[in-house]
């Protein structure tokens, strides 16, 4: 199943609704390897470094997303999502 599916069968989120307008870009730089808006852009992609990367196992940049977004998406709930999905699929 695609990233965007499992986050929309989950969430009801769908990440398509992003324009990409950076608007979500949290200041965490320490804890981040890529921003914010560049996560949601990679769960469009279904490109898994969407799993692996240091912005997702931030909790500084979890807590920053409540509310983060301008056209409603509910990224903390998506984050959640992927921090399981990526749980799940490492069989932990
Ligand atoms: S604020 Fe929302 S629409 Fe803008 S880049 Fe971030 S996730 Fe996408």
Redesign the pocket.
Known sequence: MSLRSVVRNATGQDVY????????DIDARHEMDIP??SL?QLIWLNDEEALQCRTLWSDSVLQASRG????G?D?YAVMTVLREESNRRAGR
């Open positions: 609704v992003c324009h990409a307008c950076f608007d979500c914010l808006p949601i983060a977004c301008k056209r998406l990224l």
